[in-house]
């Protein structure tokens, strides 16, 4: 198998809230279920609670930006 690096930056852009949610969970669990290595970066805060049901895999970092 070969190892891949992926970057996503707003994932599902353009879609409603719940979908754009719903949606980049289960992509964020297919991605996790293919042991691919990401770096994701998103506006919905509500996605780290995946780090709850993963401890071991998901690493995350909130940077908060003030203009």
Known sequence: DEEVFILLDEILR???????????EA???QLIHENAI?????????????QNQYPHIIRILVVYVLV
């Open 27 to 29: 992509l964020i669990k």
């Open 38 to 50: 990401a770096i994701i970066a998103t506006h919905d805060i509500e996605l780290t609670a995946l």
């Open 14 to 24: 353009g879609t409603n809230s719940l979908d754009k949610h719903k949606g980049s």
